[in-house]
């Protein structure tokens, strides 16, 4: 004869664990205990962020890691792209748990969340001024879900136009020289203007107009060269990245002592002044490619 009285005991188990559910269902909130989760919750996140911040600009591959993942989420602060690139370097598109499902996307088993920082409420400090409060946001990368085959890079420009649209949004004239000592092009401060060596190729034209761009940009803000040296290399790289221009040959060996002896909190002001300064060439090189493209569209209309 059969023995069937073990079915009897997962049932058992069934109950047991819906009376458990419903326990904690009817369990009073406690405010008290949510806010001080929450506070933990921000604790972890602040010291990964610190982490992440100390680790990333002491590894030359790792700085490297950080910039890309800065040009590819331009949105997203200083802080969330060390974050990202700490724990998920390869990630190019990043949603929490409850936005992936809504459009029908599951989370591959195993997975772990990508942490990260977000503004919470407005709120009033002791001295009157308004501040905003931070939460903690979970969030995982495309590649840890059933469509990481999905093509997530960025939009790229054809050579040709990505160059005219750098030209286009100088901040101050170019002019065309047979030679210079030193460099592919120079940002001459006294005359305001960049120059640039004739015939050279696609790439060293986006990245030295990008790099000088950005040594005129901090001139114009009171920055002299020696000191704008680091942030326009490193918003340089952002912009080739952005446009599909090579970067091999970019060298952060240096950025260990860039860095040196500073605090996390610096460290990242100075990051977010790179962020900013691509962020505002990338934003004028993208109206231009509109215009550009517009131009071009109107021109295909108007030929038919």
């Not at 919750?41 to 990964?48: G, P, S, T």
């Not at 990043?94 to 997975?111: H, M, P």
């Not at 860039?258 to 990051?271: A, G, H, N, W």
């Amino acid at each position: 004869m059969n023995n069937y009285d073990d079915l009897f005991n997962n049932s058992e188990k069934k109950t047991n664990e819906s009376k458990t559910n419903e326990n904690n269902k009817s369990r009073p909130f406690d405010k008290n205990e949510w806010i001080e989760k929450k506070k933990l919750e921000r604790e972890e996140a602040y010291h990964l962020l610190d982490t992440a911040t100390e680790e990333i600009t002491q590894d030359a591959e790792k700085f490297r890691d950080f910039l890309n993942t800065q040009a590819q989420f331009d949105r997203y602060s200083v802080s969330n792209a060390l974050l990202i690139a700490y724990q998920h370097p390869n990630a190019t598109r990043v949603a929490d748990f409850s936005t992936w499902k809504e459009n029908d996307v599951s989370i591959n088993k195993g997975e772990k969340a990508i942490t990260m920082l977000e503004p919470g409420n407005e709120f009033t400090r002791e001295d009157g001024t308004t501040g905003f409060s931070v939460n903690v946001k979970k969030v995982f990368d495309i590649s840890q879900t059933s469509i990481s085959a999905a093509d997530t890079r960025r939009k790229i420009p054809d050579e040709r136009t990505a160059i005219k649209a750098l030209i286009a949004s100088s901040p101050c004239k170019i002019v065309l020289v047979d030679e210079l000592k030193t460099a592919n092009a120079r940002y001459s401060p006294e005359k305001d203007t960049i120059f640039i060596v004739r015939q050279l190729e696609a790439n060293e034209i986006f990245r030295s107009l990008a790099f000088e761009f950005g040594i005129a940009k901090c001139y114009q803000n009171g920055i002299e060269r020696k000191d704008a040296m680091f942030p326009a290399y490193c918003s340089a790289y952002i912009l080739c990245e952005r446009n599909g221009f090579e970067t091999g040959d970019f060298n952060f060996e240096k950025v260990p002592e860039q860095f040196k002896d500073k605090e996390s909190k610096d460290i990242r002001k100075e990051l977010g002044a790179v962020r900013d300064m691509a962020n505002e060439i990338s934003q004028d090189i993208s109206r231009e490619i509109e215009a550009i493209e517009k131009g071009n569209r109107s021109k295909d209309n108007g030929a038919r």
